[in-house]
């Protein structure tokens, strides 16, 4: 078997996958999985590693989208990314379309180095990543999970935490596949619009019905 094939295969046996739309929680989720214990691979991290200067994905992003996007540091200007290619989604299918190569043989870097729970905890970790479904790697995971609260409050809390108004939050949201859709496609769906508690609760219960592999 090869390095490849048995990393892919590892994945499948022990990664779930954590998604959902923007602002719908899955940062949190992700934070109480690993002060469980859990290892939480993130999409965004591994985003930004793949866009540090000197790395083949940020001359890919500048030779598509101009040295508009970098600061005068030479670093990406994610700010201004981000507003240029959630306004036109032709220019974010094209990010996205650079990006996820490069932040898919980071992931499976990770993965490889992954140490699993010791028992009697289930022997998985997870991958928050928002377009697991759109990217058609549904089949790549162990199970999916997807966060989810209403529009509405995606936008309210584009609004509060990117500090955006009504318009642009609303722009970033409507970008994406709708959380609702996403929701349909997963194993099982996790409301981020109750208490911590409650949160918390639903993280524990599905924690608790993770079979051993």
Known sequence: MSPETSVDSFIRRHCIALTGGIATGKTTVASLLRQRGYAVLDADQLSRAATVPGTPGLQEVVAKFGHGVLTPQGELDRPSLRKLVFADRTRLRDLEAILHPHIRTLFRRSAAEIVLPAPPK????????????????????????????????????????????????????????????????????????????????RVDQLLAQIPRC
């Open 122 to 201: 289930p022997d998985v970790f997870f991958y928050e990543a928002a377009l697991i479904i759109e990217t058609q790697r549904t089949k790549d995971f162990r199970a999916l999970w997807a966060t989810l609260c209403s529009r509405d409050e995606q936008v309210r809390r584009l609004m509060q935490r990117n500090q955006l108004d009504r318009s642009a939050a609303t722009t970033m949201v409507d970008a994406q596949m709708p959380a609702a859709e996403k929701a349909t496609f997963a194993d099982a769906v996790l409301d981020t619009s109750g208490t911590p508690g409650d949160l918390a609760a």
